[in-house]
């Protein structure tokens, strides 16, 4: 091992109090402190901030001054910084949420070349002021760095496109020699070449990391009753925990919060609606307090670096897998054991269909969104590993992993071709017969031979379908329909009453050329409930003595972060708090060699938390 990197360790272990580096962190660290430009693509929770924080102390030392951390997300600053500061390292940030002084007081700092990281925001960073102010630290020689967070922002096919982020192009041209390190968690293509085109750094280095989650576990769940199975869900593995459940609309945010509120859980609603004050609020105190529930829509998220959040629910679907592995992606940040669940059914994949019908734009473009919808059914209807469909996406080849629904409980799979026949000619006899087109319940109705009012109105009783299906229940006609939908060979015609018609893929099927396997639902249920209550995730398997002192713990951390304004994760992580629980260290020695503690945090809490586990 070189110098730099024996430096770099010894930071992580005594600034962080982390006793290995994670994934390519290394290799980039030691790029960087060697003056080289770094484009940094790793999943969220990777650990991107220390790929710029550690080199930025390694530089400071060697005199080289100051590292301006460029991030678009304003309310997060104060809490990076103040993560910084509770480890020892002098940080500060420019925003537009300081007053006057308080920004003169920061710059003093920076021309003073006191400031080891400046975090500001990109519309602040192209002042003609700070820039000046930049010019004169570059003359000086004492401007380290520059790092980029959230780099996908200067793109417009990223999801998150910052017209500010343009103007970046100019660090290059007037800085030149600073290095530049780019970070962002978005993985595709055009987004990664436009990073790269749009900053300049055809010279960097790429660094790109496998974009696998393995300790998120994916599971999805047939809708049946989405409320019920979200509290079962919530109440069987997450009872406590930190979570966000995503709903589509404002208004199911409203009510499924109040609802799990009125189930007595603790839960809050977020929503573009809402607000700003109340947004603001929600927000904070998801991030501050233990075991808070989000309910939002897709507004909420962006930049939420909550590491212990366990559960990511959607209890609708998503428009796509980037945007499904997005969402989930904020689960688990810590790399403990989170889970990432849904639930869906035949009227979400109408809605997305519909949504995307009635969008502006041009064909080729709801075409292309068409795409990416059928490539998220096929991922929820998927019978194998969903984690290796979901990297195969991202253009990664795996195994299968062990650690989603499929894998851990292999879903029966059965020949449903006669059905699915039966399903389709009856739709086929029902539209001759009448010569229009009826919707799923009254389909089932014939099916399944129930001679209702309706049924005897258009007298589909004498059709030759009638009563072919009786020995299958409502819910599995039910399930090999939206199996159907989903797969495209049945349209469901949102703009004529949700009325069924058969497309193109049909007629393979009603041949018996393209045969149906289907998950048969009801047995994968039940199993799935097995496997919830065997394997449990919210269990930190501690005795009853340590669960007792974890609660101490947590208490005492959530005065401190209280007092310093700050979430509780930032003072310690959960699983710091539970490897004390568990070992009972007795001296500071001891309490030095856990996970999590470096240098200054065991000179500011030692004493308090030898107290506390003083027996
Ligand atoms: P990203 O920005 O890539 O999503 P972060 O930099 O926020 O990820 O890191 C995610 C979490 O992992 C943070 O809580 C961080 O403290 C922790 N972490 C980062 N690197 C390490 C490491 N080498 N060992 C242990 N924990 C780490
Ligand atoms: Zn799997």
Not at 305 to 321: E, M
Not at 357 to 373: A, H, N, P, V
């Amino acid at each position: 091992m070189n110098r730099e990197s024996n430096t770099s360790q010894q930071i992580l272990s005594e600034v962080f109090g982390y006793s290995h580096f994670r994934g390519a962190q290394q290799t980039v660290i030691d790029h960087v402190h060697n003056g080289g430009d770094a484009l940094v693509l790793m999943p969220t929770g990777g650990g991107k901030s220390l790929c710029y924080q550690i080199p930025a102390i390694v530089r400071f030392k060697r005199g080289l001054g100051t590292t301006i951390v460029i991030s678009p997300l304003i309310a997060l600053m104060h809490d990076q910084v103040g993560a910084l500061d509770v480890a020892g390292v002098t940080a500060a940030f420019l925003n537009s949420s300081q007053s006057a002084a308080e920004s003169r007081a920061v710059e003093q700092q920076l021309l003073r070349g006191e400031l080891i990281l400046l975090y500001v925001a990109p519309e602040r960073l192209t002042t003609p002021r700070f820039l000046a102010m930049l010019e004169s630290l570059h003359e000086h020689r004492a401007l380290s760095l520059f790092a980029i967070d959230e780099a996908h922002c200067v793109s417009q096919w990223g999801h998150d496109f910052r017209p500010e982020y343009r103007s970046l192009s100019l660090l290059p041209e007037r800085f030149s020699g600073v290095p530049r390190i780019a970070l962002t968690a978005t993985a595709d293509n055009i987004t990664r070449a436009d990073i790269i085109e749009r900053l300049q750094l055809e010279q960097a280095h790429c660094f790109v990391s496998s974009f696998d989650r393995p300790n998120i576990r994916y599971s999805v769940a047939s809708k049946l009753d989405a409320r019920k199975q979200l509290l079962a869900f919530i109440r069987t593995e997450h009872l406590d925990d930190a979570g966000i459940v995503y709903c589509q609309s404002r208004k199911k945010v409203e009510e499924t919060a109040e609802w799990l509120k009125h189930e007595g859980l603790n839960a809050l609603p977020y929503h573009a609606g809402l607000d700003i004050k109340i947004r603001t609020r929600h927000q904070n105190r998801f991030l501050r307090e233990d075991g808070l529930i989000m309910v939002a829509t897709i507004a909420f998220g962006m930049g939420i670096d909550k590491p212990n959040v366990r559960f990511v629910a959607h209890v609708d679907l998503p428009k796509n897998i980037e945007s499904y592995y997005q969402e989930t992606g904020r689960a688990g940040r810590d790399g403990d054991i989170a889970n990432a669940w849904m639930t869906y059914g035949l009227q979400d994949v109408v809605n997305q269909r519909r949504m995307i019908d009635e969008s502006i734009g041009s064909e080729t473009f709801k075409q292309s969104l068409r795409g990416k919808l059928d490539a998220l059914l096929a991922l929820a209807e998927a019978t194998d590993c969903r984690r290796v469909r979901l990297l195969h996406y991202f253009d990664e080849h795996s195994q299968a992993c062990g650690n989603c629904d499929n894998c851990l409980n292999p879903p029966a799979i059965w020949d449903a071709t006669i059905s699915a026949q039966q399903l389709l000619s009856c739709i086929y006899r029902i539209e001759q017969h009448s010569n229009i087109s009826f919707g799923a319940s009254h389909l089932i109705d014939v099916l399944r031979g129930k001679l209702n009012d309706k049924v005897k109105q258009f007298g589909h009783s004498t059709l030759s379908t009638f009563g072919l299906g009786a020995t299958l229940s409502d819910s599995q006609w039910r399930s090999i329909l939206r199996q159907l939908v989903a797969t495209g060979v049945v349209r469901v015609d949102a703009r004529a009453f949700n009325t069924l018609k058969l497309t193109e893929r049909a007629r393979g099927v009603l041949k018996g050329d393209v045969h149906v396997h289907l998950r048969a639902e009801t047995k994968a249920l039940v199993k799935n409930k097995k496997m919830i209550l065997k394997k449990s995730v919210n269990s930190t398997g501690l005795d009853d003595d340590s669960a007792a002192c974890l609660k101490t713990l947590k208490a005492w951390r959530s005065a401190i972060a209280a007092k310093n304004n700050l979430p509780a994760y930032i003072i310690f992580h959960d699983s710091t708090l539970i490897t004390l629980a568990e070992q009972m260290p007795q001296t500071l020695v001891e309490l030095s060699g856990i996970v999590g503690i470096g240098a200054k945090k065991l000179e500011a809490y030692g004493d308090e938390l030898l107290q506390i586990l003083h027996v």
